[in-house]
């Protein structure tokens, strides 16, 4: 059924890109989102709507970077850092730490800016750097916050991080042990995703992104005040990530630090890397594609090398080696990624 | 008093090694603008080899007079030679192809390749830290501060430096590299092979790392897989602070960034150490890009 | 006061003057040229125009105010628009994105209006969009070709697309790095006609070229530079005759 799914899901990505009229596009979107909203029905173990939330929240990842990244061509290697704010928001307002139970709907809501808030402090002083040194200090960002978190140990738990947060209810009725609440809301997260960002891509700010990521020095005399287009691609695209993180955190129940690490943001990468980088559909297989490696691929292959080759080996090892030979593969052979991009 | 001569100790020592990684940086960014992220790994790598090599000479411990000699001499040299190697096959399987792509391209890459080789070295040492023997003996100097093990490193260190500066800037190769940094299609028309030159100088950088690797592991006893990852970075922040391209400034900025993490870990707790660097880091590169020495760039526009 | 105001600029690299003390004034629909042999400072001083190096003394105007201290882009915003010597183009976005990117500042949408698609921001797009299909026909870009990428075009469209961005910012004042290297004579007079038919807009227009030939006609006056000094300043015919520029393109003493 996961299978089923994902070749859906990855038919569906494929082909918005191949139709150029809006509302046949529209068209094809709405019939093939229905049996997204069905699937965790039909199959309804509580692994596969684990999985299926899980993979939702990576999509939604991957969109936002995908701003940051793609669009406007900024190499955020810290952007795990705006999903620990956002899944810290929720562990610190809404468990017994402070005895603070604000409900998950507001600090849902809160996030989103509350990210972009951080995304503008931390964006800042990479304004003026060269590509690379900026990768570089968003990846000094992205190891300082996760840092901190584990050292305000007061405020947050320390490397234990903050178990015991409160399950979220919708209209008084709890979501329980279930992940098919947050599979619901991450969907629409996605969708909210792939709403604005394609918005934006035919738009002014996203033309002026594309601009700076082709040539900053041409953006600027074209009159576009680079600062604040960055800004508002840092902005936005950490918002994102901050509305991950409470659903992540509330969904897992609790945080800890060592979930946001260096790993997390690098992951993030590679899924815009092996979709194509600027390119929505291709980010959005990019990520369904890595998730399921991660969590049915790979422990499939593990049972069927046992079974076929009676081999026993744990393929899930090898988690870092495979985004490395994505990386490495995709910018050697396919640098526009699995799908090739169309002009726009 | 006594307890800050210990930091100066280990800041200088942990400096020096932060140093000779942060030589290789500044020699691969001078030559070809990429900030090589697999580097830090190459530095693992070389410890590990450093063990492998320390296991089959059947040391265990301490080692004395010609023994222990011979062991260093060995161990830096097979360490370095391993890990040149290293680098100059990353550079030509993933880097090479990449030269006149877009300036990101490289750099993931380079990610890719770190991640690659972190996981090799998980796969084959395991995850957790392993074991180094205490090859030094611990004679200890200047009223007691500093131990034989931190003495060499730093001597080590500087030594390279030294003998670097004089290889960039007394050498025929130095002289090339220094052309093809400089303008590689100029360098071209003199006759100089830039894939040659540019292969040399990741062989340096690579060789560079394995002589970090290798005192790492003797002076901490220890290392493992995921070592590269923190060393590699703020060695990069060591480069930066000196001025990325000067040699001299590699050198600066590793002592002052082991310094800062020694004097914060004893004053501040070493939690904060990582916060430490990486803000000197932000900060160098915001406020001082250059670095404190300058660099040795060529201004491409 | 003139449309632009250049007042005894000087451009510093190091020891190197590449612009000394230059001194010039542009009206609206003006043509001038800007001419003097390889590196005598013709692109530095539109650079120092157009911000992109900052200037060690002296002082630009452009409609009475002061932009030597200004960012790149506010220059831009304040009417002054330009081409590159190496063609710049946005080589991954479509022919149409180029020139709606010179729209930029023209454009008055916000972030959020941008992220919705409100009304507004729909009606913006299409005029803008009408317009930069226009522009497109106006320099001479077959419509057709709206939706390529623009590091697909021939040579000689993408100089011509570098222009329609360029005039998509409605500017005041246009400088022109080299539009007619690489061109073939064709192609070189079309784009004479094109600058002259920029000029009736009431643009004023700066123009760098080696060619003789191209500048004769087209230009009302010529500024000869030569090893960043303002060595001639007159009218064409004027400056063909006068042996300090020969002497400056010759290489010999005067
Ligand atoms: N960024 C820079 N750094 C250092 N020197 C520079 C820089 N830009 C230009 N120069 C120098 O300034 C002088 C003037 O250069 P400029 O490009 O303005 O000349 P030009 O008249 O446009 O020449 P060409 O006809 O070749 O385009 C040259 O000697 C050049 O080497
Ligand atoms: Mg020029």
């Known amino acids: 059924m996961i299978y089923a799914y994902a070749a859906l899901a990855i038919v569906a990505a494929v082909l918005i890109d191949r139709f150029p009229s809006p509302r046949l596009r529209r068209i094809v979107i709405v019939a093939l989102a229905i049996p997204l909203l069905l699937v965790p029905l039909i199959d309804p173990s509580e692994a596969t709507r684990n ?55 507001v600090i849902l809501l809160l996030a989103g800016p509350l990210a972009a808030l951080f995304g503008m402090i931390l964006g800042a002083p990479t304004l003026r750097l060269r590509g690379d040194y900026l990768a570089i200090v968003t990846l000094g960002f992205g190891e300082i916050v996760p840092q901190i978190f584990q050292n305000l140990t007061a405020y947050t738990g320390g490397p234990n991080g903050i178990p015991g947060l409160d399950v979220p209810s919708f209209f008084g009725k709890s979501f329980g042990a279930s992940a098919l609440p947050f599979y619901y809301l991450a969907l629409a997260l996605v969708a909210l995703a792939i709403f604005i960002a394609g918005n934006l891509r035919a738009s002014r700010l996203g033309r002026a992104w594309l601009a700076i990521r082709d040539d900053e020095l041409a953006a600027k005399h074209a009159g576009i005040d680079t600062t604040r287009a960055k800004l508002a691609a840092f902005a936005i695209g950490a918002s994102f990530s901050g509305c991950a993180g409470v659903l992540f955190a509330a969904k897992l129940g609790l945080v800890s630090p060592d979930l946001f690490g260096f790993q997390v943001s690098v992951l993030i990468v590679s899924m815009l890397v092996l979709g194509g980088m600027g390119n929505l559909s291709g980010v959005v297989i990019g990520s369904l594609v890595l998730t399921m490696l991660n969590s049915a691929i790979l422990p499939q292959a593990n049972m069927l090398a046992a079974t076929l080759l009676h081999v026993h080996v744990d393929l899930s090892q090898y988690h870092f080696a495979i985004y490395g030979v994505i990386l490495v593969a995709m910018m050697l052979w396919r640098p526009s990624g699995l799908i090739a991009r169309r002009a726009r | 008093m006594h307890e800050f001569g210990a930091q100066l100790a280990n800041g200088l020592a942990l400096g020096a090694i932060y140093a000779l990684i942060a030589l290789g940086y500044t020699m691969v960014y001078g030559i070809v603008e990429l900030i090589n992220f697999a580097h830090g790994d190459v530095y693992t790598f070389g410890s590990f080899i450093t063990l492998v090599i320390l296991t089959a000479l059947g040391i265990t411990g301490e080692a004395h007079g010609v023994l222990l000699v011979v062991a260093v001499v060995v161990a830096l040299l097979g360490s370095a030679l391993a890990c040149g190697v290293l680098a100059i096959l990353i550079e030509r399987v993933a880097y090479r192809p990449l030269r006149n792509a877009p300036r990101l391209a490289p750099l993931i890459t380079a990610i890719g390749v770190s991640f690659i080789l972190e996981n090799a070295l998980q796969l084959w040492k395991g995850p957790a830290p392993i074991t180094v023997p205490a090859l030094i003996p611990n004679p200890r100097f200047l009223g007691g501060t500093f131990s034989l093990a931190q003495v060499s490193v730093i001597v080590l260190a500087v030594v390279t430096m030294f003998a670097l500066q004089f290889l960039v800037h007394r050498t025929r190769l130095g002289m090339q590299m220094r052309a093809v940094a400089q303008d590689r299609d100029a360098a071209a028309l003199v006759g100089i092979d830039a894939n040659r030159t540019i292969a040399l100088t990741f062989l340096i950088a690579g060789a560079l790392a394995g002589i970090a690797g290798m005192a790492s592991g003797v002076y901490y006893q220890s290392t493992w897989f995921l070592n590269g990852f923190g060393a590699g970075l703020k060695s990069f922040t060591a480069a930066v602070l000196g001025g990325i391209g000067n040699i001299a400034g590699a050198m600066l900025g590793g002592f002052c960034i082991g310094l800062l993490e020694a004097f914060t870990s004893a004053t501040i707790g070493g939690q904060w150490a990582n916060v430490a660097v990486f803000t000197v880091l932000i900060a160098v590169l915001v406020i001082r890009p250059n670095g404190l020495l300058g660099t040795n760039l060529p201004d491409k526009l | 006061m003139s449309l632009l105001d250049v007042r005894e600029v000087v451009v510093s690299f190091g020891a190197l003057r590449a612009v000394d003390h230059v001194s010039l004034e542009l009206e609206a629909a003006q043509i001038i040229g800007v001419i003097g042999p390889n590196g005598a400072g013709k692109s530095s001083l539109f650079n120092a125009i157009s911000g992109a190096t900052r200037i060690a003394s002296g002082e630009i105007f452009c409609s009475g105010t002061r932009i030597d201290r200004l960012r790149i882009d506010e220059i831009a915003r304040s009417g002054i628009a330009r081409t590159f010597q190496n063609i710049r183009l946005f080589g991954h976005m479509s022919v149409q994105a180029n020139i709606l990117v010179g729209e930029h500042a023209t454009l008055h949408s916000g972030v959020l209006a941008d992220m919705l698609h409100t009304k507004a921001m729909q009606s913006e797009e299409r005029v803008a969009t009408n317009r930069a299909i226009e522009l497109l026909e106006f320099v001479g870009i077959p419509s057709s070709h709206a939706g390529r990428d623009a590091r697909e075009l021939a040579y000689g469209e993408q100089r011509r697309l570098e222009i329609a961005r360029a005039l998509a910012a409605s500017p005041k004042c246009l400088l022109l790095d080299e539009p007619a290297a690489g061109l073939n004579a064709t192609e070189k007079r079309d784009l004479a006609k094109l600058v002259r038919r920029i000029a009736e807009m009431k643009i004023a227009i700066l123009l760098v070229e080696h060619d003789m030939s191209f500048v004769m006609p087209l230009c009302e006056r010529l500024i000869v530079l030569d090893y960043g000094k303002k060595i001639a300043d007159a009218i064409p015919s004027v400056v063909r005759a006068d042996p300090v520029v020969l002497a400056a393109y010759l290489g010999v003493a005067p």
Do not use: E, R
């Open chain 1, 51 to 105: 999985l299926l939330a899980d993979a939702s929240i990576y999509v939604a990842l991957a969109l936002g970077l995908n701003i940051v990244v793609g669009f406007a061509g900024l190499l955020d290697l810290g952007y795990a850092a705006f999903f620990a704010i956002g899944a810290y928001a929720y562990g610190m307002l809404a468990s017994p730490q402070f005895g603070l139970h604000i409900p998950f709907w």
